[in-house]
């Protein structure tokens, strides 16, 4: 994965905590803020929302292949872009 450089402002406490869980750990302020994006975003992220799913009986052979492919690009748009 590749990374890529940002800054942000940290309260003066907050950041000596950082750094002596850093320091602790052995690893890296940026590990560290890594993961604790990443566990946050995971719990706090809506997931996709499909306006609506079926589930049935067919006989056209691709029709749950084409619903996948359907709902790929419902994902891929995006809340709002209904008009694309």
Not at 39 to 51: I, K, R, T, Y
Not at 61 to 69: E, H, I, N, Q, V
């Amino acid at each position: 994965m590749s990374t890529v450089r940002t800054t942000i402002l940290l309260p003066a406490d907050l950041l000596e905590r950082l750094d002596r869980h850093a320091r602790r750990e052995r690893t890296t302020k940026t590990a560290v803020l890594a993961d604790a994006i990443s566990a946050w975003l995971d719990e706090h992220e809506a997931p996709a929302q499909f306006p609506f799913v079926a589930v049935g009986r067919s006989t056209h052979g691709r029709l749950s292949l084409d619903a996948r492919s359907i709902a790929r690009r419902a994902v891929a748009r995006g809340p709002g872009d209904e008009d694309r």
